[in-house]
C-alpha cells in the first residue's frame, strides 16, 4: 500500500502471516484486475474495516478461499467472515468465483490486485478525513507487522535469502510534486513486477516477498 497527497492509496500486500495452511484452491484462470479506482467515500469506509481488510489482502495475496478457510486463518467464525465478505462484494472488492462451490460454502476472489483513491477526494466528503485517517493508520500498522513478522522467521530461509533482503532509508529535500514523481515512478517499476510475478501464482523455489513503499514528507527526522 502507498499513501501519498496525490493518489492516495495502494494496497498490495498480505494482511495476516505469510505461512498459513490453505485446502486446495478451485482451477480459477480470471485475471485481476490490476487497480480500483475509489471515488464513494463509504466504499472506503467498508475497506477500513480491519477484518474486512485483512480478508481482502489475504484473497489478493493467496487466491480465492471460503468463509471457512479464511475464518480459521483470522480466527473468526465463518459467519462472521462470510458477512463481511458480501460487505466487501456489495463494494465491488471481491466475488463469488463462477461455477464453483454451493450454497453451503462460497468461493469469493478479489477483483482487483491495487485499491487506490485520492486522499483529497475522500476528505471532501462528510466523514472523509476520518475514513482516510483510519486507513492510514491500518497501513502503518500492516508495515510494522509485516517488518516484525519478517524479523521473526528470517532465520527460517535459505541463506541467498539473506543476501536478497533489502531494508533502506533515505532523506531527501524535495517539493511536492518532486515526490509525487519520485513515488510514481517507484510504483511503476513495482507494478511492472507484481504483473510478472503475482504473489497467488506459486512458482518453483519462490517466496512471497513484500515490498513495502512510503514517501512521506517530515518536519523533523525522529531521533
Known amino acids: 500500500m502507498q499513501i501519498s497527497p496525490g493518489r492516495g492509496c495502494k494496497e498490495t500486500v498480505a494482511k495476516e502471516s505469510l505461512h498459513s495452511y490453505r485446502a486446495p484452491v478451485p482451477a480459477d484462470e480470471t485475471p485481476l484486475e490490476p487497480t480500483v479506482q475509489v471515488t464513494d467515500v463509504r466504499a472506503l469506509r467498508a475497506l477500513a474495516h480491519p477484518l474486512r481488510n485483512r480478508l481482502l489482502g489475504l484473497l489478493r495475496l493467496n487466491g480465492p478461499s471460503t468463509a ?86 528470517k532465520d527460517q530461509f535459505d ?17 511536492p510534486a518532486q515526490a509525487r514523481a519520485l513515488a510514481d515512478e517507484i510504483d511503476a517499476v513495482v507494478s511492472r513486477w507484481m504483473s510478472d510475478h503475482p504473489s497467488d501464482v506459486p512458482a518453483e523455489g519462490t517466496e512471497v516477498v513484500a515490498v513495502l513503499i512510503d514517501v512521506v514528507p517530515l518536519k523533523e527526522w525522529p531521533l
Open 68 to 153: 471457512s478457510q479464511l475464518g480459521r486463518e483470522v480466527g473468526e467464525s465463518s459467519g462472521s467472515t462470510s458477512y463481511h465478505l458480501r460487505q466487501l462484494a456489495f463494494y465491488g472488492f471481491v466475488e463469488e468465483v463462477e461455477s464453483q462451490g454451493s450454497a453451503r460454502e462460497r468461493w469469493w476472489r478479489a477483483r482487483h490486485r491495487v485499491t487506490s483513491w485520492r486522499a483529497a477526494d475522500v476528505v471532501a466528503q462528510e466523514g472523509g478525513a476520518e475514513v482516510q485517517n483510519e486507513m492510514t493508520r491500518l497501513q502503518v500498522d500492516l508495515h510494522a507487522q509485516v517488518l516484525e513478522a519478517w524479523h521473526v522467521q
Open 159 to 175: 541463506p541467498a535469502w539473506t543476501a536478497a533482503a533489502s531494508l533502506s532509508d533515505y532523506g531527501l529535500r524535495l517539493r
